[in-house]
């Protein structure tokens, strides 16, 4: 019989590293964009719905406002996006992208085949851990 305390068994050690992993896959890719993975998924989050409210940013990427307002900050300051009060209600700020910001999703479109390419993994199986790993991240919240 495994002893349950064995690292190796451990569901969340396997998630650590796997995270990690595939981090440094995207590594190399997104930093000739000037992106870090965090980075990354906030534009990934924009070019799919922009303009959006930092509270929804939040939301949709479960971030907290502590955690993405710095992010914010940097792609602001390297020209992806302008944060601007919302004219419709001057309490929220809303997230807009720069022509630039929109401009770099073209250069984007090359990382998911490079990624996959890079894990050397079918992409049934990739498409399946995303399924099994968006049931864990529900059971999990």
């Not at 890719?29 to 509270?55: C, F, K, N």
């Not at 993405?68 to 309490?91: F, Q, T, V």
């Amino acid at each position: 019989m495994n002893d349950p305390l064995e690292l190796e068994q451990q569901v969340c050690f396997a998630l650590s590293v796997a995270a990690r992993s595939v981090v440094a896959v995207y590594r190399p890719l997104l930093e000739p964009m000037g992106l870090t993975h965090p980075q990354y998924l906030v534009m990934l989050a924009l070019w799919q719905h922009a303009p959006l409210s930092v509270r929804k940013l939040s939301t949709l990427l479960q971030l907290d406002p502590g955690t993405l307002s710095p992010l914010l900050k940097r792609l602001e300051s390297i020209g992806y996006l302008r944060r601007e009060r919302d004219p419709k209600d001057e309490r929220s700020l809303a997230v807009t992208l720069t022509p630039s910001g929109r401009d770099l999703r073209e250069q984007a479109l090359k990382i998911p085949p490079a990624v996959v390419d890079r894990l050397g993994m079918p992409l049934d199986e990739l498409m399946s851990l995303h399924a099994a790993l968006t049931r864990v991240i529900s059971a999990a919240t």
